[in-house]
């Protein structure tokens, strides 16, 4: 997704399997956060997978991620489970 400067604005990918579709590697550059950006992509992708058959849809995001977790929200996504990833001793 590029702003009216040609720049980039936000990144990201979906994959449809079936009748589900993941958002994965949703990024905004710092310099053009809070404009909607990330919104206006994610909608985008998810109304792709819808026309092409997804009914239900994914994503991970960190607990403490509250921007990213504010844009999903208004999205309509919530909270399925929590995770966290396990490290061995040092």
């Known amino acids: 997704l590029l702003d009216a400067q040609g720049r980039l604005a936000a990144v990201g990918q979906a994959a449809r399997e079936g009748d589900r579709v ?3 590697d ?3 550059p710092t ?3 809070g404009r909607g ?3 206006r992509l994610c909608a985008a992708l998810l109304a792709h997978a819808r026309d ?3 009914r239900c849809a994914y994503l991970q995001v960190e607990a403490d991620n509250a921007p990213a977790r504010a844009t999903y929200t208004r999205l309509g996504f919530t909270d399925a489970y929590g ?3 396990r490290m ?3």
């Open 37 to 39: 950006h990330a919104r």
């Open 22 to 24: 993941g958002l994965y």
């Open 31 to 33: 310099s053009q956060r």
């Open 52 to 54: 092409e058959g997804a």
């Open 88 to 90: 061995p001793p040092a």
């Open 83 to 85: 995770y966290h990833y």
């Open 26 to 28: 949703v990024f905004t």
